[in-house]
């Protein structure tokens, strides 16, 4: 069974920067195609935030994120990060990895970890 | 950017009852070169992360009850649960996955 758990979320002040990590079992991860970053605001809804194949050659952002959050994989590690800097009160949000099972479809969740932005 | 609107925001149905819900793509996300509509359906219970319900705009994923229905094609598409049961009390988007951003559906609650 495939199972993704990020961890990494926590309260950080306006301008700081958080990373953080999704670990991936049950799957080679190698053999994903890739893998992507959604977040949801407290009460709203679910905005994509970023993809990255595993190969690499494709790396996506959302608009709201660009030049401020990277995503990376280690494949020996099963894991995809999500660097975040200069972190804003809007990216308080609920953070899920999500695999790709190809053709940009995400088809399995992890559980979500909880990034707050306040001073 | 494909931008998604999705309707009702909300819709209460009774037990038994069918509930549909609509969704529109600014942008055709049906691709010619393997004729796949890029569309998803997903159900989001309170607390819970969102699971996937349908792909390719209709294929029901595995362990789905047949209730759940996928339709349309191009820009327009609806989901569709005949018989509504009370676990099916969730908050449901749509997606187009055709290109990046890989936007959503506002979302619909759906309540009894």
């Known amino acids: 069974e495939v199972q993704l758990v990020e961890f990494g979320g926590g309260l950080v002040q306006p301008g700081e920067s958080l990373r953080l990590s999704c670990a991936v079992s049950g799957i080679t991860f190698r053999n994903t195609y890739g893998m992507h970053w959604v977040r949801q605001a407290p009460g709203k809804g679910l905005e994509w935030v970023a993809f990255?194949?595993?190969?690499?050659?494709?790396?996506y952002y959302a608009d709201s994120v660009r030049g401020r959050f990277t995503i990376s994989t280690d494949n020996a590690r099963n894991s995809v990060f999500l660097q975040m800097n200069s972190l804003r009160a809007e990216d308080t949000a609920v953070y899920y990895c999500?695999?790709?099972?190809?053709?940009?479809?995400?088809?399995?969740w992890g559980k979500g970890t909880t990034v707050t932005v306040s001073s | 950017d494909i931008v998604v609107t999705q309707s009702p925001n909300s819709l209460a149905v009774s037990l038994g009852e069918r509930a549909t819900i609509n969704c529109w793509s600014s942008q055709s996300v049906l691709y010619s070169g393997d004729k796949k509509n890029y569309f998803a359906w997903f159900q989001q219970k309170p607390g819970q992360p969102p699971k996937l319900l349908i792909s390719?705009?209709?294929t029901r994923e595995s362990g789905v009850p047949d209730r759940f229905s996928g339709s349309g094609s191009g820009t327009d598409f609806t989901l569709t649960i005949n018989s509504l049961q009370a676990e099916d009390v969730a908050v449901y988007y749509c997606?187009?996955?055709?290109?990046?951003?890989?936007?959503f559906g506002q979302g619909t609650k759906v309540e009894i």
């Open positions: 990255k194949t595993i190969s690499g050659d494709k790396i």
């Open positions: 999500a695999r790709d099972r190809g053709g940009s479809l995400m088809d399995v």
């Open positions: 997606q187009q996955y055709y290109s990046a951003p890989y936007i």
């Open positions: 390719w705009a209709s």
